[in-house]
């Protein structure tokens, strides 16, 4: 495979694949996280590292492992377990890195079903383009998140029926982004 076409399957797992708009997976920080930029960006990138290495991990546990001895019948609890241990060795790496846990994020990665959407979808695909493809689900998770927390700053500013305030609203305007992103 070449680097322009894992290019293209970067750039199609941001905008055209992209996890949160278009396959609604991830739906519930999408939806109900905070809108600092900074809390955003650390959430998504945390996001980000974790879907990598995950897909790195599951994905020769499932070619090497589970389809070898015909166990795919236990793919989902055996990723499961495996993308908790990997949220909190990711989350240990970051306590000594950056001298701060991930508190609050570990659930919401660990419970994040981007991931696992990830780590399932790319089982079928070739090494490289499994990578590829779980960087640009990552980036794409991270992209929907500042998309959203700009719209919902912008419908902050104007009045909203009262019947469409909270979550009506946001599920209005997550199906209007998933839309725009049709068009790639």
């Known amino acids: 495979m070449d680097f ?3 290019i293209l399957l970067i750039l199609a797992g941001v905008l055209a694949n992209n996890y949160a708009l278009t396959q609604f997976l991830g ?15 650390g959430l998504g990138l ?7 290495l995950a897909v790195a991990v599951l994905w020769p546990v499932q070619t090497y492992v589970l389809a070898a001895y015909r166990l795919g019948y236990l793919q989902i609890m055996v990723f499961l377990l495996l993308i908790v241990l990997i949220v909190y060795l990711v ?8 001298h701060q846990p991930l508190k609050a994020y570990a659930p919401l990665i660990a419970l994040n ?15 490289p383009e499994a990578l590829a493809t779980a960087l640009g689900a990552g980036l794409g998770f991270l992209l929907a998140l500042f998309l959203m927390a700009g719209v919902m700053e912008r419908i ?6 009262a019947s469409f305030r909270g979550l009506p609203i946001m599920l ?6 998933s839309m725009a992103l049709l068009a790639f």
């Not at 989350?91 to 950056?98: D, L, V």
């Open 91 to 98: 989350g240990a790496a970051a306590a000594k890195i950056f």
């Open 156 to 161: 902050d500013e104007h009045h909203v029926p």
């Open 46 to 52: 945390t996001v980000t590292a974790v879907t990598l």
């Open 27 to 41: 739906v519930t920080p999408f939806l109900g996280f905070s809108r600092k930029g900074e809390k955003i960006l």
């Open 4 to 6: 322009k076409a894992l």
């Open 113 to 127: 079903s981007a991931v696992l959407g990830a780590a399932v979808n790319t089982a079928a695909l070739s090494y």
């Open 172 to 177: 209005i305007s997550a199906g209007i982004l």
